[in-house]
Structure formats: C-alpha cells, structure tokens
C-alpha cells in the first residue's frame, strides 16, 4: 500500500501559470457571452417591439411563412386576412416579420 503513496507524492510540481494563462477561460467565457448571448437578446427585444407594434392594416409573415392582413388584434392572438373572404386566427408570437406596406396588394394582383 505504502508504494502507491509514494508515487503520488512523487509527481513534479507545476511551475506557476502566467497571468495569461490563468485568465484565459475567463476571456473564453467573455467571448461566447458576446457571440452567443448578446445576440440573442437583441433579437428577444427587437421581437418584443415588433409584436407590439403589431396594428390593424398592417401587413406581416407568420413563422410559417403566411403573407396576410391584420383584421384584429387581441392579447394572444392575430386575425390574418390572407385571401378575399379568408381569415385564420395565429398566435401573436409566430408573427414573424413586418411587411412594407402595398405587399399584400402587390401579390393579390399578381395571382389574378
């Protein structure tokens, strides 16, 4: 038993890091914070704002890639005018993008 202890405390000691070294995790943990993170919280707050200025008129994409008009807005939902005489009830959050305005009309012509 006593020749395993003294391998263990056979071992070299490690010469001491330069301060590089020893704060080079914390710069890695820095960067993937500004690659990953900030980001992400852009993109939460720029959809934050886009729902929210979710209006009637206004013409959006849902997630699913649906090109329409908002006829009604409520807290949870959107009512979406994507054809004469169609609408569809989506979740407000699949709203996706916002839409310059002559969109929907630019494609409702085209299909005639």
């Not at 990953?36 to 993109?43: E, K, S």
């Amino acid at each position: 038993m006593s020749f395993f202890l003294a391998d263990a405390f056979a071992e070299a000691a490690t010469p001491p890091q330069s301060p590089f070294e020893m704060a080079l995790p914390f710069l890695i943990l820095v960067a993937f914070f500004f690659l990953f993170v900030v980001p992400q919280w852009r993109r939460g707050r720029e959809q934050k704002k886009l729902l929210e200025s979710l209006a009637k008129g206004a013409e959006v994409v849902t997630s699913g890639g649906i090109l329409g008009r908002i006829v009604d807005v409520d807290d949870n939902f959107v009512l979406l005018e994507v054809n004469e005489d169609v609408q569809i009830n989506v979740q407000k959050h699949s709203v996706t993008h916002l839409m310059p305005k002559g969109t929907y009309k630019a494609r409702k012509r085209s299909e005639k």
